[in-house]
């Protein structure tokens, strides 16, 4: 990987890089030192700036105009990703040494669209997503044929970049794991898959892959190398037909929260129906022993739950809003729909809804009806929802949605990396 150095302010000595960015909004005029690998970003100032006799690189920005110097034509879209087409165009038009993009990463698609642009492209280019999507671009340099690549000093001067320091360490062959769902700003994982694989010695970085949908998902995930994905709402059940395959109870459970690349090769899983039986488990009060269970939702999350109790041998049944949807995960899964909204009766409690995440939205249960024999885990885990705090006053025993991230997330990265994490380095980084 060969890193240029982007620097938000002027350093006391030049960083560890194969190249350095001399910003002219951030520096008053190009160090003396500056040589063939310094690029000089005019960012607004004239040309003039750079000292005559410069053999580096200076970047005009989009100008079309002659100088005395190697120079890079760059063009900047903090909107959006163009189209093929556009990209090309762009890659295509004027005289300089390089061509350089940068562009606003929203999709799939847009990763897609970089992807084909920039590993066919026969001239000397570096074209770059902008946002934490992009971040893979900025990675993946060789996958796409980019001259170089940046890394910030100081402080960032694109958003998605990683510093010059992290590059160094990352490097090319790095692994790229992440989590894809829409939106994504509450996750958790990234800090707790981080602190993981640092603690196992894994090169490797984490990404959100907000996307709107799933198209060209499959591909991003071969043309850049992802060793795998996490999988939430609202794409759990969606992702399976891009799979080449299920493995595990992913396809009892008809939902997948886990994808892994074995060559190219997506295999699909499932192992929140782990995390449900671990976070019971730490309690102290393991699903095996909860006789009759209520499974609020109908969603992905909630088929692994039913998963999680029907193996555990308990008596499970499915409240949801929509009686179609409560039927089909009945039917499928041989559990029995709720025969009305009472917990009369019910020894455990597994809220698989995002209610509870707004203080208007309802529940179809009364929280009063809670009782201290009852065990109750709630997956919203970013923060304490009325339905954990009625359950802590009523003396339930109180599953924490933050240990079944950790359940899910430590069989996740078992079956990406082939070794166990420690729960406990990943249960502090998100406490």
Known sequence: MRVCASYGSVPDQPADADMHEIRLDVFDKVPSAAGENTIVTLAGRSVEAVPKGFRGL????????????????????????????????????????????ACRVNSFTDLHTIYKVASTTERKHLLLGMGEMGTVTRIRQGLLGNDFTFGYVDKKTAEGQLSCAEMRELGEDCFVVGITGHPLAHSLSPQMQTAAMKDKGIKGIYVRFDSPDLENMADVIREYNIRGLNVTIPYKQDVVPQMDALEGPAETIGAVNTIINRGGRLIGTNTDYAGVVYAFERVGR????????????????????VYAAHESGCETY??????????SICEEMDCLPAPDNSLAGYDAL??????????????????????????????????????????ERKGCTVADGRDMLVGQGALSFEKWFGTEPDKEVMRKAIL
């Open 286 to 305: 393991p699903l095996s022993d909860c006789g009759k269970v209520l499974v609020f939702g109908t969603g992905g999350a909630a088929r692994a739950a």
């Open 58 to 101: 200076v970047d005009v920005g989009e100008s079309d105009e002659l100088i005395p110097f190697r120079k890079i034509r760059s063009v900047h879209d903090y909107e959006k990703t163009p189209s093929e087409d556009a990209l090309r165009e762009i890659m295509a038009h004027g005289e300089q040494e390089l061509t350089k993009c």
């Open 318 to 327: 499915v409240l949801g809003r929509t009686p179609e949807h409560v039927d």
């Open 350 to 391: 597994i809220n698989c809804t995002p209610i509870g995440m707004k203080e208007d939205e309802p529940y179809m249960f009364s929280l009063d009806a809670l009782t201290e024999e009852m065990a109750v885990l709630d997956m919203v885990y970013n923060t304490k929802t009325r339905l954990a705090e009625a359950a």
